[in-house]
C-alpha cells in the first residue's frame, strides 16, 4: 500500500517563502488569513487527511461504488461518507467561500494546499466534494436573488454537493451538438429531459440533496453553442422559497466501469422531466460554465500534484530501502548485501525528474491560486486586470503541465519499484491509472493547448504572456549577481526571449493558415510549462537562500535546480524544433491515407 | 471493445521490401521460406490471432487466472486452453525451432511477425508459449544430450511449456543475492528448494507437464553471480530416460494481483526440495540465462509494438468516425453536424506520433530478428560476427525503445478518445495497462541502458554502433540523390555524426568516473533509438518509391516519414543535452537531503 505525508514543510515554503502571500493576503484585507491560522489549518489539514483519507484510498480502488438499478442510488465506499461527515463537521467544505455564504472567507490560495493534501491522499473521494466549488462559483456569478438564498448555504456548508452536467454521448468538447431540453413551465421553473454522461458524482449517498448545473437547450435556442442556457436541477425538488418538495424526475442510470479512481462515482444522469431553473440569462449558459470550468480546471492541475507528490514519497522510501547491485562508482554500504537502489545515477534521474516537476509544480500551481484572489481582491485596479489577464494564461499551462506530469511522475514511481510496481499490493499502479484521468477531463491537453494558443495567445494578443515575461525580466534584473541563483539568469532570460520569438512566429504563421495554431498547440504548450518552471526553480533558490532553512533544504532546492536547468529544461529544443515543422507535416496525409 | 487486424500490407513491406528478407533467407539456406511459404503463414496467423486470440483479450482481463489454495493449481480463463490447443494444433509452437528437435525450421525473422500478431491480439495470452522459446534456446545451447532427447520435443512441440525462474523476493536485477538452494542427490539429479516469485505461467491448465528453468545455488557456491547454476525442474518429475514420474514437490503459492495482463499468470513458485537436473556446467548458470534472456528481451520489444499497432488501429478508427468540432481552417464536412476528429492537427500529432512509431519500430524489431538468424546462419564467419555485434548493440534499444514507445502510443491513442478512452468498454485502457509491464519485465528500461552503454559500447568498445553507423553512412552515400529520400540523407547523416561523437564524449568521461555511464545511459539509449529509427525511415521511403505500391501508400510513408524527421527526431536534442548535464546533476544531493 502506498502512504502520504502532507509536505507541510515544502507547502510553507511555497507559500510564504516563494509566492509570499502573507504580503499579498494582508494587502487584499484578508486579516484571518495570519500566518498563525494559516499554519493551524495546515496542520490540521495534514491530521484529517493522512489519517482519515489515506487509508481509503485503496478501500476506494478495491471496492468502487455500487449502483442500485431499481432506485438509481449509489453506494459509495466503506469509510467514504463517514469521511464526509467528518470533512462537513471540520469546516472544511466553506473554507474560502465567502462569510456571506456561510463561508469562512480565507483566499482561494489558502485553500489550494489542502486540496492538493486531499487529491494526494484519495483522489476519488476528494472528487465528490470538488464541483460543489464550482456550482458555488456559478451561483455567486450567475444566480439570481432567490438561488443565492436557497442554494448557496447548504452547498458552502457542504450540506449538499454539486456537479456540472456538459457532457452527452454524442458530444463532449464540442457542447454546440448538445441535445437535452428545457421546456419553460407556468411556475417559472422548466423541465428538463435528456442524457448526461460522465457526471462525477451524479449521485451518491454523502448528502440529502445533490445540485446538479445542467447545460441544455430551451425551445427557441438557436443552433450551436450560442443556445445553449445553464440550469439548476436538484435531486430533491427545491421551491423558491426553498421548500423541498418531491425527488425529482433525475436518476442514475448506471456508472461507468474505468481505468482508475474506482471510487469516484462516474455516473450517467437521466433527467426525464426533471424540475430545474434557469441560472443566468437564456442561452448565456457557456459562460456560466465557462466560470465553473476555469476554477476546475485549476483544481485538476492540483490533482496531478498531489499524485506525483504521493508517488514521489513512496519511490523515495522504496529506493532507500531496496538493496539491489553496488554503486558503479565502487561499492557505497560495505555492511550490507547490496546498495540501495538510490545510488545508482539512474534511479536518482527519476527521483529527481519527480522532485522538480513536483516541487516547481506546487510553487507554479499556488501562485496561479494566488491570481484567483488577485483577480478579484487586489486594492489596485490594473493589478487586479493583470492578475486576470496572468491567470487566464496560466489556467491551460497549470492544469494541462501538472497532469500531464502527475502522468509522467507516476510513471517513473512505479519504474522505481522495477516489477514490483506493476503489483496492486504497493499502490503504485492505482497512483498510475488514477493520473490518468486528469490530462481527459475538464478539457484534455490537446484542448488546454487550443484555449492557450488560440485564445490567450492569439485571440488575446498574449497579455498574460506579456504579464509573466516582464515578472521574469524583473526577477532576473534583480538577480543577476545574486549568489545562489546567478547561475541560472542567462539561461532563463535566454529561454524567456525563444519564448517571445517563437510566439510571434507562430503569430505569423497563424495569419497565412488558422491550422498552423492547432498544428503548434500542444508543443507551444508544453514549451511554456517547461519555461514557466525554470522561473519558479530560479525563484525557488532565491527564496531558499536564507538561514531560516537548515543546509539539507537549500541544497534540495539547488541540486534539483541544476538538475531541473541541466536536464529538463532541455525538452523545450524538442518542442520548438516541432513547432518548426509547421502545420505541412500534420495534414499533408489524406485521413484514409494512415493505414493505407 | 478494442479490435485487431493484422496489418499484413506493412509486416510484408517490412520484411521483404526494408529489409530483404527473401535474399537473405535464401542466402542462409533457409529453402523453405520462399515468399509463397512466408504469405501463407502471415494469412493463416492473422486468421488466427484476429479470430481466436483477440476476441479472448478482454475476457482474459475482466476473469483474470485463478488460484486454487488447497492444490496450488492455476485455472486459465475462459477460453485460453482451447486456444491453446488450436495454436499447439497448427504447428505454431514449433514454427521457428530446428527440424531436429521437432520444429519446422523456419528462420527465426519468419516468427516474428506472428508473434507481433499474437501480442497485439492477446498480450496476456501469448506470455503462455512466450518463455517456451527461452527453454528451447537454453536446452539447445547448454543441455546435454538426454536432457535435448527428452525435453526438447514436448517443448517444440507445445505438449509441454517452459518457465524462467529468476527473481525471488529480495532479488530482481540483482541475481547475485539469490537463496535457492540445490543439494546433490545420489540418482544424480538435485533438491531445489526456494520462492521464486513473477513467475510468467508458473502454472496452468493448458499442459500436462512444465518444465521450469531456475537458478539456484549448489552448496560449494561462491557468492555472488558467480555461485549461481541453471536447473530444470519439472512440474511432474522426468526420468534421464523421459519416463514420468509423481509430481513434483514444486507448486504455485499464489498469484499476483497486477495493473494489466490479467489473463496471464504471474506466479509465487515454491519449490519444496523438488528435482531438478542441472543444465551446463555448476555456478554458470547466467550464461544460460542470458541465452534465454536475450530472445526475451526482443519478444517483450515486440509486445510493445504489438500493443502500440492495436492502440493506433483502433485510435484511426474513432477519430474517423467521431464528430466534434469544425476544422480550424474551414468546415471540411458541411453535411455533417461536426468534422470528424482526424481533421484536427493536435489529433494528428498523435496519431502520426504512433505511425511513425509503430511503423518505423517494425521494421527495426524486424531487422533485429534477422540479425538473430544471421549471427548463427550466415555464410561467412565475419559476417556471423559483425550480425553478432550489431545484435547485441540492438536488442537492449530495441526491447527498450519499443517498450517505452508501447506506453507513449498507448497513451496517445487512448487520448484520442477523450474521457471514453479512460472507460473500460472502449478498451484503450486496458491496452495501457497492459503496456506497462513491457518497460519492467526482463530487465526495466534503466537496465537496459546500463547493458547498452556500459556493456555493448565501453566494453565491447562499439563493435556494434560501427557496424550500425557503417550500414547508415553506406546507405546515404547511396541514396544521396534519390528522388524521395534525398531530403532525408543530410539531416541523418548528421545525427549519426552526433551520435559518434557523443559516444565519445561519454566514454572519455567515464575514464574519470564510472558514473558517467550510469548517469548518461538512459539519455543515450533513447538517443540510440530515435537516430536508428531516423534510418529505418528513410530506407522506408527508399524501398516504398516504386510502382508496386499504390500512391496512398507511399505517401503514407513518406510523410510519416516526414513527420518523424521534423517532430518526434528532435527529442534527440533534449536527450544529447540532458547527456552534457553529466553525472555531477544527479549525484550532488544527499540521499537524506531529496526531501529535507
Not at 19 to 35: H, L, P, T, Y
Amino acid at each position: 500500500m502506498s502512504t502520504y505525508k502532507a509536505p507541510l514543510n515544502d507547502m510553507r515554503f511555497a507559500l510564504y517563502d516563494v509566492i509570499g502571500v502573507e504580503a499579498a493576503f494582508q494587502k487584499m484585507g484578508f486579516d484571518d488569513a495570519s500566518r498563525d491560522i494559516l499554519d493551524a489549518i495546515l496542520d490540521e489539514g495534514a491530521r484529517f487527511t493522512e489519517t482519515v483519507l489515506s487509508p481509503l484510498n485503496e478501500v476506494g480502488d478495491r471496492e468502487g461504488c455500487k449502483h442500485d438499478k431499481a432506485t438509481g442510488a449509489v453506494t459509495t465506499p466503506t469509510g467514504f461518507k463517514q469521511a464526509y461527515a467528518q470533512y462537513v463537521d471540520g469546516g472544511w467544505a466553506g473554507l474560502t467561500a465567502s462569510t456571506e455564504s456561510g463561508g469562512q472567507g480565507l483566499p482561494h490560495a489558502a485553500g489550494v494546499p489542502i486540496k492538493e493534501m486531499i487529491d494526494a491522499a484519495n483522489l476519488a473521494w476528494g472528487n465528490f466534494p470538488l464541483l460543489s466549488h464550482g456550482a458555488t462559483e456559478a451561483l455567486v456569478q450567475h444566480g439570481s436573488d432567490w438561488q443565492q438564498d436557497v442554494f448557496l448555504k447548504p452547498l458552502v456548508e457542504g450540506r449538499w454537493t454539486g456537479t456540472m452536467c456538459l457532457t452527452e454521448p454524442h458530444c463532449g468538447t464540442d457542447l454546440g451538438l448538445l441535445k437535452t431540453r428545457a421546456e419553460p413551465q407556468q411556475d417559472g421553473s422548466y423541465s428538463i429531459t435528456g442524457t448526461k454522461i460522465f457526471i462525477t458524482a451524479g449521485d451518491h449517498d454523502f448528502t440529502d440533496n445533490i445540485l446538479h448545473l445542467v447545460l441544455a437547450r430551451l425551445p427557441d435556442a438557436p443552433a450551436g453553442s450560442k443556445g445553449i442556457s445553464l440550469f439548476i436541477v436538484p435531486k430533491i425538488q427545491v421551491g423558491t422559497d426553498g421548500t423541498l418538495g418531491e425527488p425529482n424526475a433525475v436518476r442514475c442510470g448506471s456508472l461507468e466501469h474505468k481505468m482508475g479512481i474506482h471510487g469516484s462515482a462516474t455516473c450517467v444522469m437521466n433527467f426525464d422531466g426533471a424540475q430545474g431553473w434557469l441560472v443566468g440569462k437564456p442561452h448565456k449558459g457557456l459562460m456560466g460554465m465557462f466560470t465553473m470550468m476555469n476554477t476546475a480546471r485549476l483544481a485538476v492541475g492540483l490533482q496531478g500534484l498531489g499524485l506525483s507528490d504521493r508517488a514521489l514519497q513512496n519511490a523515495l522510501r522504496y529506493s532507500r530501502d531496496r538493496l539491489q547491485m553496488r554503486a558503479l562508482s565502487g561499492t557505497q554500504f560495505p555492511d550490507k548485501p547490496a546498495d540501495p537502489i538510490i545510488v545508482h545515477p539512474d534511479v536518482r534521474r527519476m527521483l529527481l525528474t519527480c522532485k522538480s516537476l513536483v516541487e516547481g509544480g506546487r510553487v507554479m500551481g499556488y501562485h496561479a491560486a494566488l491570481l484567483v484572489d488577485l483577480a478579484h481582491n487586489a486594492p489596485d485596479a490594473a493589478e487586479r486586470e493583470q492578475a486576470d489577464a496572468l491567470l487566464g494564461f496560466m489556467t491551460p499551462i497549470v492544469k494541462a503541465c501538472l497532469t500531464e506530469w502527475g502522468v509522467e511522475c507516476t510513471y517513473h514511481a512505479l519504474q522505481c519499484f522495477g516489477g514490483h510496481g506493476y503489483i496492486a499490493e504497493h499502490g503504485m499502479e492505482q497512483l498510475a491509472r488514477d493520473a490518468r484521468i486528469t490530462t481527459l477531463y475538464e478539457g484534455t491537453t490537446g484542448i488546454q493547448a487550443l484555449d492557450l494558443l488560440g485564445r490567450k495567445v492569439m485571440q488575446l494578443q498574449g497579455a498574460g504572456l506579456r504579464v509573466f515575461l516582464g515578472m521574469i525580466e524583473q526577477f532576473c534584473s534583480e538577480n543577476a549577481s545574486h549568489p545562489a541563483a546567478a547561475e541560472f539568469i542567462a539561461p532563463l532570460r535566454a529561454k524567456a526571449g525563444e519564448w517571445q520569438q517563437l510566439t510571434m512566429q507562430i503569430g505569423q504563421r497563424a495569419v497565412a493558415n488558422a491550422d498552423e495554431v492547432g498544428a503548434a498547440a500542444y508543443d507551444y504548450l508544453m514549451y511554456s510549462g517547461y519555461v514557466s518552471l525554470a522561473y519558479w526553480w530560479a525563484r525557488s533558490v532565491v527564496a531558499s537562500d536564507t538561514s531560516a532553512y537548515p543546509e539539507a533544504f537549500r541544497a534540495g532546492k539547488r541540486e534539483a535546480a541544476r538538475f531541473y536547468f541541466a536536464r529538463i529544461l532541455p525538452r523545450t529544443l524538442a518542442h520548438a524544433s516541432a513547432i518548426g515543422g509547421g502545420a505541412a507535416t500534420l495534414l499533408a496525409l489524406d485521413a484514409e491515407a494512415f493505414d493505407a
